[in-house]
């Protein structure tokens, strides 16, 4: 297989197009020009052509990696999904999410930290983040250390409370926000004990 031309791409900067023999173009990066010694007239062996077009393949995919751990933190679990999607291999998924993880992209426990605070300052009680921390499929030895940052929910329920109920003792007002207050996460014993600073009379 021989290179017929070697050109920078205009589209993506570090890119270069190795147009073949074939009229097929391989895309591939500056490193792997300098490791393969390409250039314009180089023939390549059957198992050179292979080795080059799993190399530039894996260079890709570590690539859209990257941009996407830049918009967005992912999870390991996450971002094999997403690896899959793009018709990665399970080697090469490893493979990348590993270099991922030395690299600092994929930070799993930095991840976990964030989406705590994010749902607790949004209101949101330890259930809830529990259940997040699950759906994004964060390891459960990471969920206690990111759980230590919840501060005291007191203030975030009382507050809740007042602006649903307006100073309404009404026993169907009352459960509706109780049931409110479940659904975002929050433990029976904190919500009891939030309407028992509210004036209510509640049973355990």
Not at 76 to 88: D, G, I, M, P, V
Not at 98 to 103: F, I, N, S, Y
Request: glycine residues 6%.
């Amino acid at each position: 297989m021989v290179i017929q031309e070697l050109k920078p791409s205009k589209r993506i900067a570090g890119r270069w197009l190795a147009v073949l023999e074939d009229g097929s173009i391989l895309r591939v990066s500056e490193n792997e020009i300098v490791d393969f010694a390409l250039y314009a007239g180089r023939e390549l062996s059957g198992e050179e052509a292979a080795r080059l077009i799993d190399t530039a393949r894996l260079t890709r995919l570590k690539s859209r990696a990257i941009d996407l751990l830049l918009r967005k933190p992912q999870s390991r679990k996450e971002l094999s999904r997403k690896l899959a999607e793009w018709e990665a291999s399970r080697e090469e998924t490893e493979t990348i999410c590993d270099r991922m993880e030395e690299l600092g992209y994929l930070n799993e426990p930095e991840y976990a930290a964030q989406i705590v605070r994010y749902y607790a300052a949004k209101g949101f009680g330890e259930r809830k983040l529990r259940e997040e921390l699950f759906r994004r499929g964060l390891p459960r030895e990471l969920w206690e250390d990111a759980l230590e940052q919840i501060e005291d929910n007191s203030d975030a329920i009382d507050a809740f409370l007042a602006k649903k109920l307006k100073g309404s003792h009404e026993p169907r007002e009352i459960k509706k926000v109780s049931d409110a207050l479940a659904r975002r996460g929050f433990h029976w014993t904190e919500i009891s004990e939030a309407l028992r600073r509210y004036g209510m009379d509640v049973e355990d």
